[in-house]
Structure formats: C-alpha cells, structure tokens
C-alpha cells in the first residue's frame, strides 16, 4: 500500500505533464515548490509499563510523513500530516527517523530519540507464613503495582530462588527450622526491580495439627482396645514404666486424648493387673505421629501365664516400621508377622515396647492402640436393629443450626400391625430443620442386588403423605462441595398411614444413574423431604431387599406374586390374578389385590398357595391378619401355611402345617379376619414355614363366585 502511495504520486505528475499541450510545457514552477519545514514529532507514553507510544509527526508543507519506529525492525508506516500512529516499545531509548514529502516529491528527514522508560515496582507488600499443617513450610505471597511477578530467596545455602506471580502463593520447604535472611525480589516490565528484605523464624511443628484417623466401627466382640475413643477400652496399668527411656504425657489434640512421648528412646506399657488375651485377633492397630522419628518398633510381650519371673519363660517378637513425618501413619500389622518373628503365644500379653529411631531424642504421639479381627457379623442389608453384636451407629444431620439432628436406636414405642419388634431406628427433626435433614449409617460391604432391586423400609410418621427419601452411597466415589460421594442412587416414597407401621418400596432402578455394580455402602433416610422441619419424630425399620415374605401387600415394584390354584370341578388350577382393587373403599385404599375365584362345582377344598422366599419370622408375632373382600357373610376362610420340606403325605402335600378359620362378617366389602396361629397345637414357631395358602368358602362347593384378598401380616 505504501508503494502505491508513491506510484500514485507519480501519476500525477504525468497526468499534469499530459494535461498541457505541446507549446505550452514549462515545468518550471515545479522548482519553485519548497519541500516541508519545521518538521517533528510528539511522543505520548502511556504510565501503565505497558510500553505503548502514540507518535504524532507534524511539518509544513508535507504531504506525506513516514515514521521508521527505529527499534531494531525496518517497519514504518505513512502518514498523513497530523496524523498518528502507535507502537509498543520495551524500555529503553530509541532513535526514531521522520520523513516529510511534499506534493512532488521533495523531502526532508530528522532523527529524533525516543526515550522508553517504565515505572520500577511500587507499594511491595510481602506476606510470609510458616504453614500451619506442613513442618519447616513457609508460605509467601507479594503484591506490588507495576509488578507482574517475584522471586524468594530463601537464605537456605544452595538453594535457588523460586518464582511466583504477583498476588499468588508460593511455597518453600526448609531442611531445618531457624532463622533466615529470606529477599523478595518484584519485576515488572521495568528494568529496575523493587525489594523486600526480612530475618524470618523458620519453625519446626513439634505436634499434629489434625486427628489420627477415625477407626471403623467394630463390633464388641471383635475388638480389643487399649486406646481409643471410638471403642470400650481395658484397663492399662501403665503407659509409661519405670524402667522407660522416655518422657510421657497426656494431652489434647482438637479436643481428642493422645498419649505423647519425648525424649524416647524405648517405652514400655503394661496391663500386668489385667494381661490381654489375644488370640482370638488377627491384628495389631496403631496410629502415631512424629516430628523427627524416621521408625519405630514394636515388641508384643506375652508372660505365657506365670508372670514375668526372670523373663526367661517369656515369648515375645518385635517389628520395625518405617513412619513418616508431619502426618498420622496408620500400621495395622497382621499378629502372624509376629509368629514369623518368634513370639508363641497371645493369650498372655503383659507388655508393649515401643522403640523409635533417633534414639533418645525422638518425639511420638501414639492413638488408636487396638487388637482387632474380621468381623463376626457384618452390618449389611437387611437391617432390624434386633441384633445384639452390630453396632447400629447412625448419624443426623441438618439441625435448624446445620448440625446432627438427633438419631437413636430405641425401644420400639408401638408394637402394632406390621411391626411388633423390639427395636426401631428413630429420628427426629426438630422445628427448623433443614428440608434435606436425615441420617445416614455406614455398612460393611456394597448391597448385594441379586435378590433384587427394589428395597422396602417399615416407616412410622405421624402424617400421612409425607414424603420419604432413600438415599444409598458409594464412599469411595469423589466428593462434591460439600464432601458427599458424587456416586449415588435416591428414590423417593409417600406415606399413606398416619401414626402406624406400613411398609414402603423404593425401586432403585427408577434412579437414572443406579447400577447393580455399584459398591453402595452408606445408607441415608430424610424424612419428610423437602420441608423444613416441625418438630416430629419418625420411625424406622427392617430395611432390606424387597422378597416374597410377610406382610404381603402385591404393591412391591419387581415382585412377582405366584398364587398357583387347584381344586376346580375337574380337580385342575382355580383362576387366581394379581388384579387392580376392584372395591376401593373402607379399609383397603390399595391399588392392587388377590383375586381367587371359586367356579361353581369346584371341590370344598379348593384354594391358592404360594411360596415364600424365606421361612416365616415369628419375632413379628403369631397371629396372622388377612384383608378379605366376600361376597357373602359367615363365609369359612381357611389359612395354612407348610414346612416344604417335611415329608408329604399321599396327595404330596407337606405333613407339617397348620391351618386356622375365620369367618367373614359382612358382604362386598373389605374387613380384617385375624387367624391365631398358636390356636393350633401342632404350631411351632421352630418350625420353618415357608408354603401359604388361602381357602375361600372353606367346606363347600363352589357357586361361582371371586374372593379378593390383600395385607396378608404378622403380628401380635
């Protein structure tokens, strides 16, 4: 384009050449033309240290200026008179060349210096920090204006600087704790840099900042603990004898016991007054924390039941570990390490030596102390809170101020309908609660979904329609804002029963995102979510895998409901259905029922039997109660239930039963008949019972007529 410019000028020339004729071709006056005066040019330099020149070249009689930006590049650019142009420049000085051009072609140039230069780094402002979780760690951060970056020289001989962005973080990790002359140095854009200088306290962190790990819940009897706050712990003479190379304490960490040692060389613990008896357990447990120790070892001492005497009847083996610094190491050492390294007996232990490298001068702090085995019982589905040995431990959350709502195992406080069981899961939401207030409870290993997919839960609320949120987790999964997995699967149910036991269904696969190879091992109930909370209790159990089991409801999503017929006129199947309620009223709201029809001329004994997944649970109750729809009064209804297993008789049924009446008191509509079972003398509730069976119009021939049935529980 700056080439066309010039050709152009050129073409006027020739055009006010060709313009005249050929008499009349006198140039002269061109000669007469003066080329530009009083050239120069204006500098404006930005204050920001960006660099950026606004260059304005002016000069009389100029048609045209060109500016070569002189900064080491053969770029220029044409102007017009008056006309500006920028260019960013580093700092320095620069010699920038004018040219002015006239309209034919005359031309006058000049040097003029440019010079660059940018503000060195203002108002440093340096923060250093020894880091409050890492030993021996500093944290510097340096804000300047003009500066876009900084270097930290430590003072530690040998070591090179290190480089940050100003307003950002860095960090540097001492060899030891003491005093350094530390410099920060800022940069910008300027030659010249801006320092800070200090003498900065290095120091060493000579306790833990943090908890030792929380030990999983165990169960009583797989546990033996030493040292604990989560377990029961026995009885310890001392921790800290008399012939122990070392200093002891107690002391406090975050509001949890720690047992401290300095100074140690070797210390010795004893529970001579009570000896521990081990050899039911599989391992050792410890947590420890250290400034300074690179190892330590630990020596099981076992009397062999006589007392220490010389020590020479003693058994004993001792174990080296490494450990790290600053942070909690969790060793947990199978007791078969110490059978490999000599010791012959756990029945006995009497000692526990601990040892740590340096010696003499390390500093430990010991929690968690525990023998431990496999569990005897794993928490896992289905849970009812009946057994003796698990440990139900179920924490609230979401209290009117964020904290545990309050959750308890308790004492069953209605033992009606469905549920007459000892012990339920209760949870209370108090007024203002959150509207995601719950509780949640780990278990021992991933739900096992083979059975089936869709879980029942027993609740108690006091309102009907409140809404029910079964939440179940994979812990392992990564964490969100908050710190819950990101792994989850949630279904909500609604209750339809205020102040009484019903049984609700969750089918996972509702969940978009469930999957049956997902290890889910929190469980989580909320109740009444999504409201805040009006300071209600709630309550809960059996929770488990929906199966073929009592209370039968026919409204469990995923179940398959097998009533199999006989007895009809030609001794073949009666027609039975899982069918839509046909008579929505009174007691039975439901949606879905037991049709059994009795044709006419079936046999007296006609009926429908189905098998159970499992044999009968009587911790529920004997008596067994039935929703019954007939088409007339004083209808016989017969009840049985069967041992599969027992010996079959001629008709091949089974030999172990048994069988109790009721009588239907009114016509075409739903009642509750309630068959006793320990009416029955042949009733055992050893006896695994795992066959029911319905009789409708027990002892008379058919008349062609439908029974309905629904509800089928156990119960007191």
């Given at each position: 384009?700056?080439?066309?410019?010039?050709?152009?000028?050129?073409?006027?020339?020739?055009?006010?050449?060709?313009?005249?004729?050929?008499?009349v071709?006198?140039?002269?006056?061109?000669?007469?033309?003066?080329?530009?005066t009083?050239?120069?040019?204006s500098?404006?330099?930005?204050?920001?240290?960006?660099?950026?020149?606004?260059?304005t070249?002016?000069?009389e009689?100029?048609?045209?200026?060109?500016?070569?930006?002189?900064?080491?590049?053969?770029?220029?650019?044409?102007?017009?008179?008056g006309?500006?142009?920028?260019?960013?420049?580093?700092?320095?000085?620069?010699?920038?060349?004018?040219?002015?051009?006239?309209?034919?072609?005359?031309?006058?140039?000049?040097?003029?210096?440019?010079?660059?230069?940018?503000?060195?780094?203002?108002?440093?402002?340096?923060?250093?920090e020894n880091?409050?979780?890492?030993?021996?760690?500093?944290?510097v951060?340096?804000?300047?204006?003009?500066?876009?970056?900084?270097?930290?020289?430590?003072?530690?001989?040998?070591?090179?600087?290190?480089?940050?962005?100003?307003g950002?973080?860095?960090?540097?990790?001492?060899?030891?704790?003491?005093?350094?002359?530390?410099?920060?140095v800022?940069?910008?854009?300027?030659?010249?840099?801006t320092?800070?200088?200090?003498?900065?306290?290095?120091?060493?962190?000579?306790?833990?900042?943090?908890?030792?790990?929380?030990?999983?819940?165990?169960?009583?009897?797989?546990v033996?603990?030493?040292?604990?706050d989560?377990?029961?712990?026995?009885?310890?003479?001392?921790?800290?004898?008399?012939?122990?190379q070392?200093?002891?304490?107690?002391?406090?960490?975050?509001?949890?016991?720690?047992?401290?040692?300095?100074?140690?060389?070797?210390?010795?613990?004893?529970?001579?007054?009570?000896?521990?008896?081990?050899?039911?357990m599989?391992?050792?447990?410890?947590?420890?924390w250290?400034?300074?120790?690179?190892?330590?070892?630990?020596?099981?001492?076992?009397?062999?039941?006589?007392?220490?005497?010389?020590?020479?009847?003693?058994?004993?083996?001792?174990?080296?570990?490494?450990?790290?610094?600053?942070?909690?190491?969790?060793?947990?050492?199978?007791?078969?390490?110490?059978?490999?390294?000599?010791?012959?007996?756990?029945a006995?232990i009497?000692?526990?030596?601990?040892?740590?490298?340096?010696?003499?001068s390390?500093?430990?702090?010991?929690?968690?102390?525990?023998?431990?085995?496999?569990?005897?019982e794993?928490?896992k589905?289905?849970?009812?809170?009946?057994?003796?040995?698990?440990?139900?431990?179920?924490?609230?959350?979401?209290?009117?101020?964020?904290?545990?709502?309050?959750?308890?195992?308790?004492?069953?406080?209605?033992?009606?309908?469905?549920?007459?069981?000892?012990?339920?899961?209760?949870?209370?939401?108090?007024s203002?609660?959150?509207?995601?207030?719950?509780?949640?409870?780990?278990?021992?290993?991933?739900?096992?979904?083979?059975?089936?997919?869709?879980i029942?839960?027993?609740?108690?609320?006091?309102?009907?329609?409140?809404?029910?949120?079964?939440?179940?987790?994979?812990p392992?999964?990564?964490k969100?804002?908050?710190?819950?997995?990101?792994?989850?699967?949630?279904?909500?149910?609604?209750?339809?029963?205020?102040?009484?036991?019903?049984?609700?269904?969750?089918?996972?696969?509702?969940?978009?995102?469930?999957?049956?190879?997902?290890?889910?091992?929190?469980?989580?109930?909320?109740?009444d979510?999504?409201?805040?909370?009006?300071?209600?209790?709630?309550?809960f159990?059996?929770?488990?895998?929906?199966?073929?089991?009592?209370?039968?409801?026919?409204?469990?999503?995923?179940?398959?409901?097998?009533?199999?017929?006989?007895?009809?006129?030609?001794?073949?199947?009666?027609?039975?259905?899982?069918?839509?309620?046909?008579d929505?009223t009174?007691i039975?709201m439901?949606?879905?029922?037991?049709?059994?029809q009795?044709?006419?001329?079936?046999?007296?004994?006609?009926?429908?039997?189905?098998?159970?997944?499992?044999?009968?649970?009587?911790?529920?109750?004997?008596?067994?109660?039935?929703?019954?729809?007939?088409?007339?009064?004083?209808t016989k209804?017969?009840?049985?239930?069967?041992?599969?297993?027992?010996?079959?008789?001629?008709?091949?049924?089974?030999?172990v039963?048994?069988e109790?009446?009721?009588?239907?008191?009114?016509?075409?509509?739903?009642?509750?008949?309630?068959?006793?079972?320990?009416?029955?003398?042949?009733?055992?509730t050893?006896?695994?019972?795992?066959?029911v069976?319905?009789?409708?119009?027990?002892?008379?021939?058919?008349?062609?007529?439908?029974?309905?049935?629904?509800?089928?529980?156990?119960?007191?």
């Amino acid at each position: 384009m700056k080439k066309n410019k010039i050709i152009y000028k050129l073409i006027i020339a020739l055009l006010i050449i060709s313009a005249c004729t050929d008499n009349v071709r006198d140039l002269d006056f061109l000669d007469k033309v003066l080329p530009p005066t009083n050239l120069t040019a204006s500098y404006d330099i930005t204050q920001d240290n960006t660099g950026l020149v606004t260059i304005t070249p002016t000069a009389e009689g100029a048609q045209e200026i060109q500016v070569f930006f002189g900064d080491g590049t053969n770029e220029f650019e044409i102007l017009t008179n008056g006309e500006s142009v920028q260019r960013t420049y580093k700092e320095g000085t620069f010699d920038v060349k004018i040219v002015a051009s006239n309209a034919v072609g005359n031309s006058i140039e000049i040097m003029q210096q440019l010079i660059v230069s940018f503000k060195a780094p203002q108002n440093l402002v340096v923060v250093i920090e020894n880091d409050a979780a890492v030993s021996k760690q500093v944290n510097v951060t340096a804000n300047a204006d003009f500066a876009t970056m900084f270097d930290f020289y430590s003072g530690q001989t040998g070591s090179d600087p290190v480089t940050g962005n100003i307003g950002e973080t860095i960090t540097f990790q001492y060899d030891e704790a003491g005093t350094y002359s530390v410099r920060v140095v800022a940069k910008g854009g300027a030659i010249a840099t801006t320092e800070y200088t200090e003498d900065f306290i290095v120091t060493e962190i000579l306790d833990p900042t943090t908890l030792a790990p929380n030990p999983p819940l165990r169960n009583a009897s797989d546990v033996i603990s030493l040292f604990s706050d989560v377990y029961t712990n026995v009885t310890v003479d001392t921790w800290n004898t008399s012939w122990s190379q070392a200093s002891f304490e107690d002391v406090t960490i975050n509001g949890n016991a720690v047992k401290k040692y300095t100074s140690l060389g070797f210390n010795g613990i004893e529970t001579t007054s009570n000896p521990l008896d081990a050899s039911s357990m599989t391992h050792v447990h410890l947590d420890v924390w250290t400034p300074n120790a690179t190892e330590i070892k630990l020596k099981l001492v076992d009397f062999l039941g006589d007392g220490f005497d010389d020590g020479s009847n003693n058994s004993e083996a001792e174990l080296t570990f490494a450990i790290n610094t600053g942070e909690w190491t969790s060793i947990d050492i199978p007791l078969a390490d110490f059978t490999a390294a000599g010791i012959t007996s756990f029945a006995d232990i009497n000692q526990y030596i601990i040892t740590a490298t340096p010696f003499g001068s390390s500093i430990l702090f010991v929690d968690n102390f525990y023998f431990h085995k496999p569990p005897s019982e794993l928490q896992k589905l289905p849970v009812n809170f009946e057994s003796s040995t698990l440990n139900y431990t179920w924490t609230g959350f979401g209290d009117p101020n964020f904290s545990a709502i309050p959750t308890a195992v308790i004492s069953n406080p209605d033992k009606s309908g469905i549920n007459t069981t000892n012990t339920v899961l209760e949870i209370e939401k108090p007024s203002g609660s959150q509207v995601w207030a719950g509780a949640s409870m780990p278990l021992d290993q991933g739900i096992d979904f083979s059975a089936g997919t869709t879980i029942t839960v027993k609740v108690w609320s006091p309102r009907v329609g409140t809404d029910i949120l079964l939440k179940m987790e994979d812990p392992t999964s990564p964490k969100d804002g908050n710190g819950n997995p990101t792994v989850f699967a949630e279904v909500k149910a609604t209750t339809t029963v205020a102040s009484a036991w019903e049984e609700l269904s969750f089918d996972m696969t509702t969940f978009a995102s469930f999957s049956t190879s997902i290890a889910y091992k929190n469980v989580i109930l909320f109740p009444d979510f999504g409201n805040m909370g009006q300071g209600e209790k709630f309550y809960f159990d059996d929770i488990e895998i929906a199966s073929i089991k009592l209370p039968v409801n026919f409204e469990v999503p995923g179940l398959t409901y097998t009533w199999v017929g006989f007895g009809d006129p030609n001794f073949g199947p009666l027609p039975t259905a899982i069918i839509s309620n046909p008579d929505v009223t009174g007691i039975n709201m439901s949606s879905t029922v037991l049709e059994i029809q009795k044709p006419s001329g079936s046999q007296v004994w006609a009926g429908a039997s189905m098998a159970l997944d499992a044999p009968i649970n009587f911790a529920y109750g004997t008596k067994v109660k039935i929703k019954v729809w007939s088409p007339r009064v004083g209808t016989k209804i017969l009840f049985k239930t069967e041992d599969p297993s027992s010996p079959k008789d001629g008709n091949g049924n089974p030999t172990v039963f048994v069988e109790i009446e009721a009588t239907s008191t009114v016509a075409n509509q739903w009642e509750e008949l309630t068959f006793d079972l320990t009416s029955s003398g042949s009733f055992n509730t050893s006896i695994n019972y795992e066959n029911v069976i319905i009789f409708p119009d027990f002892g008379n021939g058919g008349q062609g007529e439908s029974f309905y049935f629904d509800d089928l529980i156990l119960t007191n």
